[in-house]
């Protein structure tokens, strides 16, 4: 009898599950906790019945033992499942992990299948594990909406097929991903991403770096390590002495018990010499140029004086007779453009005064030209695309723009001559697809763009989209 | 031949690195150590087909120890490279924290493809 | 205990246009090889008899008698895909084909002196021959026999040939390689025992053979002037009389190098009637028909030395190499314009194919009686590796255990000769041992392995010979033309440049631009090309990748990265493979192509076109004056009517063809880049009216942005002009179009001019009465003076304007973006 009770209201449930109110980004995060909590206390008194009507049916109780095991704590099971490197249980699986993956249940199953595929021995394994995964998100995503927590696991698989052991290629993706909609990002997403973009910061010791990770991190879901970088940072590097901000700092101390790598960063935060180092050799400034081109357009003055004096030039005059090299002042010449090429003069936007380096803005204008084109054929033929496969494309858009972007000229021509496309594509997402997230981000990324081109129609509709509610 | 060494001309270096010499080395070292690797690397010995660049490191062939080669014996090319060059840093030198971002993501506790 | 020590040989091969030379290396010195008449010089002729065939000086009587069963100076057909005339027995040959009959031959008569199986050469070829050129020749060498083949550029091994045993440092020098059919230049550089080829240049299509045309030219007016004698050029002797013209030049050219003048005695019937002329030609009149010919090469040797920067002043040395570059005339030429002539030590005939033997030795083909082969083959138990040839007193051997049940724990070199043996070396745990010889300057060195067991008892060792030659080293050959990718806008992506170490392999990212389904039945191209310039269709296209959408697992999206990598060997072997990372698919292979025949009609239209370009340029350059401009067309001009001369000559030529083509090419670069001058010009100006029309409409009606924009494309303007970049100028002239067209926006007579636009549309409007109506009132509000009301009206009349005419600038596509 009890059983019969159980089946019912599992099926109601089932039912008010999948014909409910939605959120307003058409996720389930409420519905989806309450749902929980219900199965849980039904499952609960299933089991009480059943245990007092049929104490002698083993069989049953042995189900109901074991579904009260499985739904109650399948976060546990999911991590011994992925320990086993059992990607695809883990996959289905998580699907239960209300708690843990609620805010966007298909990120949160991507990214425990990620976490068995890592446990898998050989690396064709691990890639044939990662397609099978893009296969079920292109899926997936075929027709529904794609949304945040989704598009930092797919830019994520996405960068390990293409560059497996690249941990910077990785972190440059993930930055790519900067003023996403942060809110329905699952922890366990944000905290891997986190640690992802963290250690090729900490590897060139960039402390602005690793703060604007920690920033674009600190998500609503929990994110201790990223507040917890975020207020050293701010209290030793920015000098901000809040009472939040000092709390904050005060977890340290915990996080030193979990993390002793990190115990020295804040030490770190406080000594290094921010914007301002001064390096007089030129085994220094060469070796500050390996790690840190940022530190280098701001010290160019010095930099430039220490590599290209007077006694240098005459040292290398002297060598290249040494070395047989047939016109002297043509050797300097290179030498000297190969510092200029390292240390430009003018500011970033408008330095394009090697012809190499115009070349190489011109391909990338033309690729840029090339993506758009095609996007914009798709589009006249009716055809939108899924959301991964539109996500992907703008995730392409997005990284040839942050090339161009030392280049003012070229940015600016870009968005300008392809501002038709860009906007046809915008509205066709978000009127025919219904890809409200994905023009969220699009949005707060073309609206400052489209200001500074002049393009007020266009800024106004995007400045409308960036004010809406999305997670 | 690896992208950063010829996009970047900090990186101009690179000869010298690959066949392990300082600008020091006469061109019958260079050769000579050209000569040393390609051999090492045609008996498979391990750990030869490594080297160390600032960038972490990287892995060499037969065809990158050749151009490496070139490169040293072109008078101006070789003026360049030695221009540029500078001792590597160990990697523990770097204040405490580790160079190697796979020794970091380790430390990070987060599961990476390379382990 | 006997130790297996065999007699190694290295062979090099001179394969020529006109002659072929063989040399053989064999412990540090060179052996040139002799034919059966005792000369070094086998001429690259090729008969079919009935009796088979026959190659060299035998062949080379009957070049007048029979013809069209003779075939010579095919090396410069080599990679193409003509067929000769069928011979006697109907078969047509390729060039490749006749290049292998030449090459057994030589092998043949090697391997007979030698004693010597030789199934491993290095070949010579010219500096600038293509990869389909050198691949040919790589399999010319396969069809012979050679098992294994590399190749070397001809003034490369000249200069090595030349340096060799030359214990100075000189530092340029220059081999000037003039053959019968090719010319070549290299720059070299010799330092410290290391010889490094610096550049080097040429031209395919310039040699002796040019020299014996142009007598032959003036011959044939000689003839007609003297004696009103003229060959009808549809004669079927013609061609027969002509080939008789051009060896009697080639003898007198021959014999004008030792005396001043020569008498041309002509015997020859024709039209069943006997002929006989004698023609006297002086040393001077040589000097001044062949003086183009030399100072094209010589011209050719200046660009060599400008674009590395050197002075000429600073050039120490010429190197005269090849039959042609041995005249008086030319040396004397050489020694004026350029440098001093080298005097050398060797045969200067038979330098080439020492230098390629010499460069087998460096590259290790070494070739051993088949006694020693097999016994070789039998005992290899050891695995050496160490430098054959080297510059310096104490190289490194490093060696491998192989034989698995050989319990070796150490060994020990000695050098029996000089008295000189090792410390006992160990053995590491993977069989690997190495040690630092030393050897004599300037001597070749043997040396011997003794092994050692665990009880320190000697063992038995079979292993290859140890023979070390201490002399001149040479830098890898570099690549002649760089290797690269055409790109979907025309322009070219290189992978591995000009001068690159060979073999050589590079590995670049690109992206697809189009989409590719699977099984869409489509297929996407990667076109491999050769050559210098930046837009793709000038250069040779020499293999492509293939990606068939039936290989796709899934879609190849637009941006989707492409990893090409492309590999070339000193074979002349192009490798290519594409790696699709994202579907883990890699399609390998590359289309080799061999370079298409020249069409004669094709080349005269090209001609005929180039000729009415070069003519609108001159007029409009004489109409404005255009000093610079007319001084860039008149050389351009001047050749093109020679070539129109030429190409009513050429007929079925295929030689005479190529060179056609690759001149109409050269002069088509010149005139694009002139051209592409002038459209800057045009653009300047119209960008200049761009910003006009822009400056007056943002002063009168746009905000502070657009002011603000405006101020940055003045800037841009002014950096334009400095630059002069055709993209450049482009983007700028577009982007002051969209600022005209967003401060227009602003302006409130905007509703009033778009208004007015479609209202001039209306008799092509669907519904006529309605968009009448709505023109008439319209006007009415304009009259008004309530343009406000405009809008809706400008809204509602361009909805009723057909679709073929919204898209001729009508207002923006989108008027409303969300909804």
Partial sequence: MGGLVFIVVLIIFLIRNFTGKKGINGDQKDNVRGNYISIWVISILAWLIIRNDHPDNYLALFGLYLWLAIFTQPSIISKMWAMSAMYKGCYYLSSLCYFRNGRNLFAGRLMSSLEACHRLKSDEDKRQALIWLKSRYQKRKAKKKILSGDMVMITIIEAYLAKPDDAYYLASQLDLLKGIATASIPRCVSRYALRLGLAPALANADWDRIYACAKQWNTPAINPLAKYITALYEFHRLEKRTLAVRLRCGLWRMFYMFNPYLWKLAQQFKEAKHLSVDVESKAEVIQSLWKNSKLAELNRTNYRGCLLNTEAQKRWRLRSQQLGVWDEGEAWQKIEQTVLRTLPEESASDAIADEQAYQLMEQKYKKLHYLLQAIERRLDADEVGSGAQNFIDWLHVRALLLELATSKHFTDTAFSSNHEILWQWVADLWNVAKQHCLVHFMAGIFEPMAKQNGYTEFHALLHGLTRAEYS | MIPEFTEQAQFSAWPFWVLGINPEASSIEVAAAARDITTKLQFKIPEVEYFQTPVGRKTRDEFLVREAKSKLQDPQARLIAEFWYAELAEPEQQAGLAMNVGELLAKLKVKFWAD | ?819
């Avoid at chain 3, 010579?124 to 990869?131: G, K, R, S």
């Avoid at chain 3, 790589?138 to 070397?152: P, Y």
């Avoid at chain 3, 090409?564 to 579907?583: F, S």
Wanted: glycine share 6%.
């Fill in chain 3, 1 to 819: 205990m006997e130790i297996a020590m065999s007699k190694v040989k290295y062979l090099g091969i001179d394969l020529g246009t006109s002659n072929s030379a063989v040399a053989v290396f064999c412990d540090g010195e060179f052996e040139t090889l002799l034919n059966s008449r005792g000369e070094i010089n086998n001429p690259s002729v090729v008969r079919v008899s009935s009796k088979g065939i026959v190659v060299g000086a035998k062949a080379k009587k009957h070049l007048y008698t029979d013809p069209s069963n003779t075939f010579k100076e095919f090396k410069r057909l080599m990679g193409l895909e003509s067929l000769s005339a069928p011979d006697l027995n109907g078969q047509c040959w390729s060039a490749e084909q006749l290049s292998a009959e030449v090459l057994k031959s030589l092998k043949q008569m090697a391997e007979e002196q030698c004693q010597c199986r030789f199934d491993k050469v290095v070949i010579t070829v010219p500096a600038l021959f293509e990869l389909p050129q050198s691949k040919a020749t790589a399999e010319a060498a396969r069809l012979a026999g050679f098992d294994q083949v590399e190749l070397l550029p001809e003034p490369v091994a000249s200069g090595l040939a030349a340096g060799w045993g030359d214990s100075e440092n000189h530092l340029a020098w220059l081999v000037y390689d003039l053959g019968g059919g090719t010319f070549d230049a290299s720059l070299l550089e010799s330092r410290e025992g290391l010889l490094r080829v610096v550049a080097h240049d040429g031209d395919n299509y310039l040699g002796g053979r040019d020299i014996d045309r142009v007598i032959v030219q003036w011959l044939l007016e000689q003839l007609e002037q003297q004696h009103k004698f003229v060959l009808d050029k549809d004669s079927e002797q013609y061609a027969g009389i002509i080939r008789y013209f051009e060896s009697v030049a080639e003898v007198t050219k021959i014999r004008l190098s030792t005396t001043q003048q020569s008498l041309l005695e002509l015997e020859f019937e024709y039209q069943d009637e006997d002929y006989e002329f004698d023609l006297d030609l002086s040393r001077q009149q040589l000097k001044q028909l062949c003086d183009p010919i030399v100072q094209r090469s010589i011209d050719l040797c200046l660009k060599l030395l400008k674009d590395q920067g050197l002075d000429r002043q600073r050039l120490e040395r010429v190197v005269l190499v090849g039959g042609p570059a041995h005249m008086p005339i030319i040396q004397q030429l050489v020694a004026e314009r350029l440098a001093p002539v080298a005097e050398l030590k060797q045969d200067p005939m038979a330098l080439v194919a020492q230098g390629a033997a010499v460069y087998a030795a460096t590259v290790k083909l070494a070739c051993s009686s088949p006694l020693d082969q097999q016994a070789e083959a039998r005992d290899q138990q050891l695995w050496l590796q160490y430098p054959s040839i080297c510059t310096e007193l104490s190289p490194l051997l490093m060696g491998r255990v192989i034989d698995p049940e050989l319990k070796l724990s150490a060994v020990k070199i000695r050098n029996p000769e000089k008295s000189w043996h090792s410390e006992k070396i160990d053995i590491d745990d993977s069989g690997i041992f190495s040690v630092e010889l030393s050897i004599s300057p300037g001597s070749k060195n043997k040396f011997e392995v003794q092994g050692f067991n665990q009880q320190g008892d000697e063992c038995e060792l079979g292993y290859q010979a140890i023979n070390i030659v201490h002399g001149m080293t040479m830098s890898d050959p570099p690549l002649a033309r760089s290797i690269g990718l055409a790109l979907a806008d025309g322009s070219v992506k290189i992978f591995i440049e000009r001068g690159t170490p060979l073999p050589a392999k590079r590995t670049f990212i690109q992206s697809t631009v189009e989409v590719l389904n699977p099984n869409s039945g489509q297929k996407l191209e990667i076109p491999i090309i050769q050559g210098e310039r930046r837009q793709s269709r000038f250069c040779r296209k020499v293999g492509s990748l293939v990606i068939d959408s039936k290989d796709l697992n899934q879609s190849l999206y637009v941006g989707s990265p492409v990893e090409v990598t492309i590999e070339v060997d000193r074979g002349g072997n192009l490798k290519a493979h594409a790696l699709l990372a994202e579907q883990g698919k890699l399609i390998e292979g590359v289309a080799q192509l061999t370079m298409a025949s020249a069409n004669i009609e094709h080349l005269r239209a090209t001609t005929n076109s180039l000729n009415s370009r070069i003519s609108e340029r001159l007029q409009t350059a004489f109409r404005e004056r255009d000093d610079k401009a007319i001084k860039v067309l008149d050389p351009l001009n001047t050749q093109l009517n020679s070539l129109l001369r030429q190409m009513s000559n050429i007929d079925q030529d295929e030689d005479a063809c190529q060179r056609a083509s690759r001149q109409l090419m050269e002069l088509e670069v010149e005139l694009e880049l002139l051209e592409a001058e002038a459209q800057l010009g045009d653009l300047l100006e119209e960008c200049e009216d761009s910003y006009f029309s822009a400056c007056g409409i943002v002063n009168e009606h746009g905000d502070g942005v657009d002011k603000r924009i405006l101020a940055d494309c003045a800037k841009q303007l002014e950096q334009a002009y400095n630059r002069l970049r055709q993209g450049e100028i482009e983007r700028l002239i577009e982007r002051l179009d969209k600022l005209y067209q967003s401060a227009h926006e602003k302006s409130p007579d905007r509703w009033k001019d778009n208004f007015l636009y479609w209202a001039s549309l209306v008799n092509v409007a669907n519904k006529p009465k309605r968009a009448n109506s709505l023109v008439e009132k319209g006007r009415a509000e304009i009259e008004a003076g309530r343009t406000d009301k405009l809008r809706g009206l400008t809204q509602e009349l361009y909805q009723l304007i057909p679709e073929q005419y919204k898209s001729q600038g009508g207002p923006g596509s989108h008027d409303s973006g969300v909804y």
